[in-house]
């Protein structure tokens, strides 16, 4: 059964920085992609960024490009996502999501089926 455990997430003043985990279980896929995503209340799912399996290509959205970065650590089948230089509309639900198997394509634009349960990021002074 595949698993997304997220976590990380906290309260985090104007400024500073989280390191965001994506700990992945239960899949034997060798060309994958996966995801990071947030969503604001009131506001619609946004993806991040994105990273592929096969290459270790990685992809981030306009607004967020400069501020994240999205590495892995293979041995722990985690993924990471650092967000640097928080601002107050960084605040949102932020999940992971599983996509596989994939052809790759560029960009981060595969559907994804599996979802971890989210991790909340407040920045708040």
């Known amino acids: 059964q595949v698993q997304l455990v997220e976590s990380g997430g906290g309260l985090v003043q104007p400024g500073g920085s989280l390191r965001l985990s994506c700990a992945v279980s239960?899949?034997?896929?060798?060309?994958?992609?996966i995801g990071w995503f947030r969503q604001a209340p009131g506001k619609e799912r946004e993806g991040v960024s994105c990273?592929?399996?096969?290459?270790?290509?990685?992809y981030y959205a306009d607004s967020v490009k400069g501020r994240f970065a999205i590495s892995r650590d293979n041995a722990k089948n985690t993924v990471y996502l650092q967000i640097y230089s928080l601002k107050p509309e960084d605040t949102a639900v932020y999940y992971c999501?599983?996509?596989?198997?994939?052809?790759?394509?560029?960009?981060?634009?595969?559907?994804?089926?599996?979802w971890g349960q989210g991790t909340q990021v407040t920045v708040s002074s």
């Open positions: 999501a599983l996509a596989g198997p994939i052809a790759t394509m560029g960009g981060c634009g595969y559907e994804y089926e599996y």
């Open positions: 239960g899949f034997t896929l060798d060309y994958y992609a």
């Open positions: 990273i592929i399996s096969s290459d270790g290509s990685t």
